[in-house]
């Protein structure tokens, strides 16, 4: 709830959101009758460096914000805190995110995207000009008020000129928009927004943001690749865009844009720039417009039928103008006068059973023949009676009966050509058909080949890079890429690009998430890596906070054990060849969660002081004891190591499970 300092001065009215780090109030300012947004959070308790740090970035937004007074940036118009919360007062946009329109896979034009695009880098420019560095660009970020005015907000991780709020080493931001320089922990400057700003812009051309997948995945693509050009996946960006993205997003930061105003004027003349020109008929085959890698989507018309001969009929006077010859009883008409002398002539121009005979065939003739013309023309109709005919007329009609009976045994010919290329052509599609699914086959086989092929050399890379001198690494393969993470000696990592290289895997399928060292620890490393810990299995450790860590810092580790009961020991090899055990012997729950390093009211904490360089903290767990007798604190590094390799051999033939876990521990007399 709002804190009884400003519940005085400000009317609730409802709960805009909430979330782990605290809630934001819609307010009212009753002095002035203004609306405002009230974020509150609470403070954390004495000795949670965490919770410490998250009040930090708080008091930090506030004070970040509270220095810009700007049109596009959310303004700030109080900031309080008691024992228990902290809250800051500021400006209420109503109209939600970018964020939440990209969600809904809204497209914009690109007139509203170079608004959008001028705003914000006018927010930035104003906050540079005051030695503001937001660092956490995105469109979550980026309000959009009802009338369509754009709102920079959340300055929670910004870097503000001369403050040791912030430090080199420290990896903070949203990794999809976090400039090289950020990924790796170096010390940002307004560059780091303007690469962040180049990202939010790719993804309003294209629906898609240039770099995807994981932290890893996007820290090695943001390190080592280059993104299409927006006019290659949208065929509504401009290409003059592409330019502009390829200066925004560029790897160094003296690469990039000086400042925001140069890269607004650079959004202006792309977002104004002609479109390319279309190209002419000069290219067989090819349409305006389009260039050799365009693609064409639309419908193919099916080619019309080659044109039956027709028929030969008696001349007749043309049909009207106004309207369409009645093809089908033209047709009908002239079958039925052509049977009927046919029949005239055999009727009166021969006697006997023969006549009655020819008589009859001929009527057969003559039905056969109006129903294919019947047929042609689209009309069922039942057939006409034979009509008789005059005996004067047998000598005129005795040629056009031989023509018709030839003409039907014509027809009858060109009916059995017409079948025989319609089987014809059945046969080839058919043919075509199977031999489409037989490439459709072939192709999905090779892919699978490729497939396997791809994942058995991944497999082996990563098995040949675990095996690698004084080092311990792990790794893990989807089937189409190796993720390899671990510890190795200095200066050979070039050594395992080259193997990578040397396999013929794709530099972009294997993702190396490797730290480096220098010191007495190989013949420990070797030792150990037999027992080394799976990816996905305990134990696992991390440092708590920041690296390296600076004299009068206390080292704190967070482990993930196993999911068996067992004993967990934390052993600390130092420079100077001795190692101190931090934790000699402690028996963990399955799965457990485990810090190490907390001070307590018995326990000052790991204090790291004088000598400082690279140090090596080796974790392992057993299901039963390791060591017969407790070791001593603090002992050389040759008498331990001698006993941890037989120790483990010997737990190793009782079948038992041990697993190992190594994490580097750089110190330095201050950051």
């Known amino acids: 709830m709002i804190p009884n300092e400003i519940a005085g001065k400000y009317e609730l009215r409802g709960t805009l959101g909430s979330g782990a780090m605290g809630t934001v109030y819609d307010a009212l300012d009753r002095n002035i009758e203004r609306r405002v947004a009230i974020k509150v959070v609470k403070r954390p308790p004495p ?37 228990e919360t902290a809250w800051i007062v500021m400006e209420l946009v109503e109209g939600g995110s970018l964020k939440d329109r990209l969600d809904r896979k809204e497209r914009f034009p690109v007139a509203e995207i170079a608004r959008i695009m001028e705003q914000v880098l006018a927010a930035l420019a ?87 997948g994981g932290f890893s995945a996007v820290m090695h693509k943001a390190l080592h690749t280059d993104p299409p050009p927006p006019s290659k996946l949208s065929v509504t960006a401009p290409q003059a865009f592409d330019a502009v993205i390829a200066t925004a997003l560029a790897k160094r930061p003296e690469d990039r844009y000086p400042n925001a105003a140069a890269f607004a004027a650079a959004i202006r003349a792309a977002s104004t720039a002609p479109a390319a020109a279309p190209g002419g008929f000069a290219d067989a085959g090819r349409l305006p417009g389009l260039d050799s890698d365009a693609t064409l989507v639309g ?18 006077p043309p049909p009207a103008p106004a309207r369409k010859a009645p093809v089908g009883l033209i047709a009908g008409g002239a079958g039925a006068l052509a049977a009927a002398g046919i029949a005239a002539f055999f009727l009166f121009g021969s006697g006997g059973d023969g006549r009655q005979a020819e008589q009859q065939r001929l009527e057969q003739l003559r039905l056969a023949a109006e129903q294919d013309a019947r047929e042609k023309a689209g009309i069922a109709q039942a057939p006409t009676p034979p009509q008789p005919v005059a005996p004067q007329a047998t000598a005129a009609v005795t040629t056009p009966a031989v023509d018709t009976q030839a003409e039907l045994e014509r027809r009858a010919r060109e009916e059995a050509v017409r079948r025989d290329e319609a089987a014809r052509q059945q046969q080839a599609a058919e043919a075509a058909r199977q031999q489409e699914a037989m490439h459709r086959e072939q192709a999905a ?29 792990s790794w893990s393969s989807t089937g189409t890429s190796l993720t390899v993470t671990g510890i190795l000696r200095r200066d050979d990592e070039a050594a395992l690009r080259q193997q990578v290289a040397s396999r013929g895997l794709p530099p972009e399928a294997v993702q190396m998430q490797l730290r480096s060292f220098s010191g007495p620890y190989c013949g420990a490393l070797d030792m150990v890596r037999p027992y080394l810990a799976a990816p996905d299995a305990g134990p696992q450790a991390d440092i708590i906070g920041n690296s390296p860590l600076a004299k009068g810092e206390l080292l704190r580790l967070s482990v993930s054990m196993p999911p068996y009961p067992s004993q967990l020991y934390v052993s600390y090899l130092m420079q100077s060849g001795e190692v101190a055990h931090l934790v000699p012997s402690r028996a963990e729950a399955p799965n457990a969660q485990v810090r190490l390093g ?22 392992f767990t057993s299901d039963r004891p390791v060591f017969a007798q407790r070791r001593p604190v603090v002992e050389k590094a040759d008498d331990y190591l001698r006993a941890l ?16 876990q190594a994490v580097l521990v750089e110190t330095v007399a201050r950051r």
């Open 126 to 212: 104003y906050s540079h000009g005051r030695g503001v560095v937001h660092r956490d660009i995105k469109p979550g970020n980026i309000m959009l008020g009802g009338d369509g005015t754009v709102k920079m907000a959340d300055f929670g991780i910004a870097r503000l000129e001369n403050s040791s709020m912030t430090q080199i080493g420290t990896v903070m931001g949203t990794p999809s928009y976090m400039a090289p320089e950020q990924l790796r922990g170096e010390t940002v400057d307004a560059r780091a927004d303007i690469w962040a700003a180049g990202v939010m812009l790719y993804q309003l051309l294209t629906g898609e943001k240039p770099f995807e």
């Open 645 to 660: 390799g037989t120790a483990l051999k010997a737990a190793q033939q009782q079948k038992g499970r041990v697993a190992v």
């Open 47 to 83: 000795g949670d460096p965490e919770g410490v740090e998250a009040h930090s970035r708080f008091r930090r937004e506030a004070q970040a914000a509270g220095r810009l007074a700007h049109p596009n940036i959310v303004g700030v118009y109080d900031y309080g805190e008691n024992a």
């Open 299 to 316: 419908t193919v018309a099916p080619a019309a039928p080659a044109p039956r001969p027709a028929a030969a009929s008696p001349a007749s």
């Open 598 to 619: 907390d001070p307590t009211s018995s326990f000052p904490g790991w204090e790291v002081d004088e000598p400082f360089g690279t140090d090596l903290v080796l974790v």
């Open 445 to 473: 086989d090779e892919a699978r080949r490729r497939a396997e092929m791809l994942r058995a050399d991944l497999a082996a890379a990563g098995a040949a890079m675990a095996e690698t001198p004084c080092s311990l690494i």
